[in-house]
């Protein structure tokens, strides 16, 4: 590990299109001087330490005059933590190396943002919205997606159009006004739509919006109105059909979605989603004569083909005709939807109550050369599935024992024993695996938030968890799992007011249950209930069974009014 970092950061500081020069002009002396901390800043980036890291990448930059490379490397680092003075100091180092950059410009404004600097931020972000090169208001909008503050964020934004500084570019008035909906500022959202419609009244795309822009308002009898308008469009363009279906779906017209697709030509695609639909809908009628349609196309051999086999076995299972399942899925050819058939097929035998049939085909898959390993490795994992669906605990385990056995280390099986170790409150197996994991693939983020969480949220190691989960965020900074998990790390090491900054921005960038939930904890934790109960229902709304949810409400006492 020594000496490949010391070859990647040697390279990294004499990188670039100048680098030759740079070789013959640097002194050996002040290469030595920058190399140092470099390498010190990398042990701490792979230890997790991001402080120091930060640090260290700043002192090496700021060694080797011009290098725009370095000074880049270091703001990005430095704005993962919570450190704002060194953040600005690295970009402001930046900038004088790379001053017309918009990478630098856009870092700037965020540094600005999470100082609190509005007035400031919003000149940085004006400048960037005007910029000749059409790509500036996208760096603008990943600027205010990377503010901790989501309300400033908004704030910022409303000035913005207001001065009506977003260029006149349909892409641009959508994606803000997507995140305003994200920001979860409907005023705003509703003051950017109205001008986005006045600009292009006739856009199929700002309809979409408007609609879901009244739908996250509450007015969904308005949202429906406006789905109207273009409906007549579906007819004729297949991209309109899937948009409209998606928005009559997100407003739980699974019937009116159907109808949708319906219209036009038909494939397999089109019929799986029609399929889906009807099964939300619990459209039990419309889900039988699409079924019968399909089985009497097959039958005068239109469609005939895997994937066409695959979708009728599927409908089968949802129409509780098992028999019929597996007798369709025998259809399937090898290919890539074999596999697919052979593990549902099996899965539907165990629901039949024929066990040894089941494991039988999972047997099979297991001990089938022809498979690939990524096929039969999966076979084990339904096997231990299946198991674990009986309740058969040491049958379960015995599967992933010999998942192992053929394929030793594997990251996916090793990973699910984890979860399964931690299911039954055995963290310190769930631990053994992740760093299995870790042994093979130090960089696998998954492992690394897994493992960072699971001692956050199980243990009161919270320092290895914090380094942990800063490895995984050096990697995927605006991976929302991860920035989840951040948060909850800081809220268990007391940081109250820096977790709800990092929660907030999680759920800005993803809205999930357990987000929401570890949001409401938090808010109140620190005497906001209002607002934590907000969090909390819209929790529920999106998986009432949600584990962290129900921890929640157990640990605060909060209540929440009966669903409808």
């Known amino acids: 590990m020594i000496a490949r970092s010391c070859v990647v950061w040697l390279a990294l500081l004499l990188a670039g299109p100048a680098a030759a020069d740079r070789r013959a002009q640097l002194p050996a002396d002040l290469v030595a001087e920058a190399l140092t901390p470099a390498l010190a800043g990398e042990f701490a980036l792979q230890s997790g330490k ?15 005059p011009g290098d725009v490379e370095l000074a880049g490397r270091a703001t990005r680092i430095a704005m993962l933590v919570n450190d704002n003075e060194l953040a600005a100091r690295a970009v402001r180092l930046w900038r004088r190396r790379a001053p017309g950059s918009l990478n630098v410009q856009g870092a700037e404004a965020v540094v600005s943002l ?9 000149g940085q972000l004006e400048k960037l919205m005007r910029h000749p090169d059409p790509r500036g208001w996208r760096f603008a909008l990943l600027a205010l997606m990377g503010s901790r503050d989501p309300a400033l964020s908004a704030r910022v934004l409303s000035v913005l159009v207001e001065a009506s500084a977003i260029p006149d570019d349909l892409n641009a008035w959508q994606e803000f006004g997507r995140l305003a909906l994200r920001l979860d500022d409907l005023d705003l959202a509703g003051r950017m739509i109205d001008k986005v419609v006045e600009r292009f009244p006739d856009e199929p795309g700002v309809i979409l919006l408007r609609a879901t822009q009244l739908q996250h308002a509450g007015k969904l009898d308005e949202a429906r109105a406006a789905l109207s308008q273009i409906r007549p469009l579906a007819a004729e363009s297949a991209d309109i059909r899937g948009l409209l ?19 036009g030509p038909q494939n397999t695609l089109s019929y799986g989603m029609r399929a889906s639909l009807l099964a939300r809908a619990d459209d039990e009628t419309g889900l039988n004569t699409l ?7 097959t039958e005068t051999g239109i469609g005939i083909g895997p994937d066409r086999f695959l979708l009728l076995g599927k409908i089968a299972e949802y129409l509780e005709r098992p028999e019929d399942a597996v007798r369709w899925y025998g259809k399937v050819m090898p290919g890539r939807q074999r596999t697919e058939a052979q593990m549902r097929t099996a899965s539907v035998l165990h629901g039949l109550g024929r066990k040894q ?27 231990a599935e299946m198991l674990r669906e009986d309740g058969d605990d040491a049958g379960e385990m015995d599967a992933y024992a010999r998942a192992l056995a053929a394929y030793p280390d594997d990251a996916g099986v090793l990973y ?14 769930a631990e053994a695996d992740l760093r299995r994991v870790l042994v093979s693939e130090p960089e696998n983020t998954v492992a690394l938030n897994a493992l960072g969480y699971t001692l956050a949220d199980r243990t009161d190691r ?61 808010l109140w934790v620190m005497g906001q209930t209002d607002e934590a109960e907000h969090y909390f229902a819209e929790s529920r709304k999106l998986d009432s069974q949600n584990r962290s949810l129900h921890r929640a409400l157990q ?10």
Not at 363 to 382: F, V
Request: proline letters at 2%.
């Open 462 to 522: 919270y320092q290895e968890a914090l380094e942990l989960i800063g490895r995984a965020r050096a990697a995927e900074p605006d991976n929302p799992a991860i920035v989840d998990s951040y948060g909850w790390v800081l809220y268990r090491l007391g940081r109250n007011h820096e977790a709800v900054a990092e929660l907030r921005r999680a759920w800005t960038l993803m809205k999930d249950a357990e987000v929401a939930a570890h949001l409401g904890e938090v």
């Open 114 to 122: 999470r100082n609190g600097q509005a007035r400031r931020a919003r």
């Open 50 to 64: 991001l402080e120091d890291a930060a640090r260290y990448y700043l002192q090496a930059a700021e060694a080797v």
């Open 291 to 297: 079924y019968e349609e399909l089985q009497r196309d």
């Open 357 to 383: 049939a089941a494991f039988a085909a999972a047997h099979a898959m297991q001990n089938d050369a022809s498979l690939d390993d990524d096929s039969r490795r999966n076979a084990y994992l339904l096997e």
């Open 555 to 564: 640990i605060t006492g909060a209540t929440l009014e009966p669903q409808p």
């Open 416 to 429: 699910a024993r984890a979860l399964a170790w931690e299911r039954r409150d055995r963290i310190e197996h």
């Open 245 to 263: 279906a998606m928005s009559y779906e997100s407003l739980g017209d699974y019937g009116e979605a159907g109808q949708i697709m319906a219209q």
